[in-house]
């Protein structure tokens, strides 16, 4: 069959090695100094390796391909290497919008009766010999490597009588309660996401109210998403998906500003209702740009 695979040009390829730590399924390896695609039925053809080839080396292609076989690949490749690597796997998947492949993921190791380790906050946190400006405060469990910006923090479990994440010296409290926030950049089965309340903003409606943090915040995840400038919104549809039928969430705030623009938010949430199995309540909050509630309704979808 044909599909989208990875391709190794020999003669740029350095043998350097960066493309191996970014393919969970163990799909590459570096044999006689040259990176080598060693299964076809574990390259799930998404690229994340491509990013991290110094010499642009590799790409994605179409060509003639041994079916990708998700099931296999966990049995054969993943489990056996342990935790860190199951939960960079599924980091991966969820990632890249494969939640056919990432439900055949969960449901193996609930057959097999292994916990999902992205639950477990001593799962692949950085060592401590990490640079200072990639560390996360001390109260936040981190999962994974990669850019500091885009690497999963849980900011939960510091919080003052169940909610906020810490007292500042000015007396202020934030309620953030994770990282990444933003919509492209979130792994919607996260820890913080499971059977949460979530609050989907636009992203110019937290400079609008000025008491955001408690007034909107307070005790719910977090994602946010410009409507207008964002770009790939069909894997924001299928994040929420995710967010919906995988981490089981149990309300949706979107929180939206009063232009026209804004309303394509509400849009995503509709599509993503339309594709999930689950049904969840959901509200929509109007702000307006002075920083006024202009309306909230919960909205049936």
């Known amino acids: 069959m044909k599909r989208q695979i990875i391709t190794i040009d020999e003669p740029r390829c350095t043998g350097c090695g960066d493309c191996i730590p970014a393919c969970p399924e163990g799909a590459l390896q570096v044999i006689d100094g040259k990176a080598r695609l060693i299964s076809d039925l574990f390259c799930d053809g998404l690229g994340a390796c491509i990013g991290k080839c110094p010499t642009g080396a590799m790409r994605v292609e179409t060509r003639e391909a041994e079916p990708y076989d998700e099931r296999r690949v966990m049995a054969e490749s993943i489990v056996k290497a342990g935790p860190n690597v199951i939960a960079a796997h599924l980091r991966h998947l969820a990632e890249h919008g494969e939640n056919g492949y990432l439900r055949t993921a969960l449901d193996y190791l609930e057959e097999q009766g292994i916990a999902n380790p992205l639950d477990k906050p001593d799962v692949a946190r950085p060592e401590a010999h990490k640079p200072a400006a990639a560390?996360?405060?001390?109260?936040?469990?981190?999962?994974?490597g990669g850019c500091p910006g885009s690497r999963m923090m849980d900011l939960r479990g510091n919080e003052p009588h169940g909610s906020g994440v810490a007292l500042k010296e000015n007396g202020s409290q934030g309620q953030l309660r994770q990282w990444p926030i933003q919509l492209?950049?979130?792994?919607?089965?996260?820890?913080?996401?499971?059977?949460?309340?979530?609050?989907?903003?636009?992203?110019?409606?937290?400079?609008?109210?000025?008491?955001f943090h408690d007034r909107m915040?307070?005790?719910?995840?977090?994602?946010i998403a410009c409507p207008k400038l964002d770009v790939e919104m069909d894997r924001y549809v299928e994040k929420l998906t995710a967010m919906i039928d995988m981490a089981k969430v149990n309300?949706?705030?979107?929180?939206?500003?009063?232009?026209?623009?804004?309303?394509?938010?509400?849009?995503l949430v509709t599509k993503a209702l339309e594709k999930a199995q689950r049904k969840v309540p959901v509200k929509q909050v109007v702000v307006g740009v002075t920083g006024d509630i202009l309306s909230e309704e919960w909205i049936s979808c």
Do not use: N, R
């Open 184 to 211: 492209h950049l979130v792994t919607p089965i996260a820890p913080y996401f499971q059977g949460s309340d979530l609050l989907l903003a636009a992203d110019c409606v937290a400079f609008a109210v000025g008491d």
């Open 135 to 144: 560390a996360a405060p001390a109260h936040a469990h981190q999962y994974g």
């Open 217 to 223: 915040l307070l005790g719910k995840s977090l994602a």
């Open 251 to 267: 309300t949706i705030t979107v929180a939206i500003m009063e232009v026209p623009c804004c309303g394509g938010l509400m849009g």
